[in-house]
């Protein structure tokens, strides 16, 4: 590519639109010929990507306002990877748009008034606090208490930037979810949630495997959030505990594990299933399937 394509792709993460290489001077032939090459792949209509780029949350960031048009910004889920949440990773495509997208794996909101927005690595996204508001409309208290509580801890958050942004959005569907979960203030807990989910990660550690991640949140490509009991984000491995009063107790809470269990799996997950009873007579076996299931990836195969 010219020089000039070449600094708008470093600069934009790896990503060009239609209208700027025409801009530099590339005909719609010059355009579809280098498509027909493989140089650059399409996202969304009039963003291309370059292959050669790794794959990164900026780069899906920026494709996606991009495709957004003027004003657009990443937001919601997508925002919160964006400007780093710890144990979280976002595979969706959401924006705040000032006008409806045509595409069926960008959710697009329509922002009411100028949305707070600030600049990430060259990206629009919307800012902390005002990510947090729009999150309420999304995510279930428990989730949503955590990642506040998280970014008010580190400082990613102040509290006077979340009142600022309540005080000017009274009318936002969020506000009285983000209201409950301030006040209850929920506590982020790095404890096993109970002593079968603990003895999983003892065991491993205990047998020289990583140190995997406790509760990492997931959001999949459809728009579904879910918690892991324990994972290895980089390699997009996960094991969950199963317990048969809990995954028995209705047939609606079994579907639900189901469909939880197949969006994982269809955006690249490997989930391992384990019992209590397996950690207790079958430790071997557990260490095994884990190391094989380590083994058949690679951080490199699977990037962040």
């Known amino acids: 590519m010219a020089p000039e394509l070449d600094a708008i792709l470093k600069r934009q993460h790896g990503v060009i639109t239609r209208a700027q290489c025409v801009a530099a001077g590339l005909t719609s032939r010059q355009i579809d010929r280098f498509r027909s090459k493989g140089r650059v ?11 050669a780029t790794p794959s990164s949350i900026e780069q899906r960031a920026m494709a996606a306002v991009l495709a957004g048009g003027k004003g657009a ?3 919601h889920r997508m925002a919160v990877d964006l400007l780093h949440m710890r144990n979280y990773r976002c595979d969706l495509f959401e924006i705040l748009s000032r006008r409806s997208i045509a595409h069926p794996t960008i959710i697009s909101h329509r922002s009411r008034g100028e949305p707070e927005t600030k600049t990430v690595k060259g990206i629009a996204v919307t800012t902390p606090a005002r990510t947090m508001l729009d999150c309420a409309t999304v995510l279930s208290r428990p989730i949503l208490g955590r990642f506040l509580e998280t970014w008010l ?8 930037e979340l009142e600022t942004v309540i005080d000017r959005q009274r009318r936002h569907p969020g506000i009285r979810n983000l209201e409950l979960s301030l006040a209850a203030r929920m506590i982020t807990s790095e404890e096993a949630d109970s002593p079968a989910e603990a003895l999983l990660g003892e065991l491993l550690v205990r047998h020289g495997l990583p140190t995997p991640v406790l509760h990492h ?3 999949s490509s459809a728009g579904a959030t879910f918690e892991l009991d324990w994972s290895y984000p980089a390699l997009m491995v996960a094991f969950e505990l199963d317990g048969y009063g809990v995954h028995l107790r209705s047939y609606e ?20 299933n384990f019992t209590k009873r397996m950690l207790t007579n079958k430790p071997k076996t557990v260490v095994d399937h884990v190391t094989r299931a380590i083994a058949s990836r690679s951080a490199l195969e699977y990037p962040r």
């Open 217 to 219: 949140v997931v959001t």
């Open 153 to 160: 801890s580190t400082g990613v958050l102040k509290l006077t």
């Open 73 to 75: 910004a990443a937001s």
């Open 253 to 272: 809470a079994f579907e639900r594990d189901r469909i939880r269990r197949n969006e994982l799996v269809l955006d690249g997950w490997q989930i391992l």
């Open 41 to 51: 792949e399409s996202m969304f209509q009039g963003v291309y990507k370059d292959p």
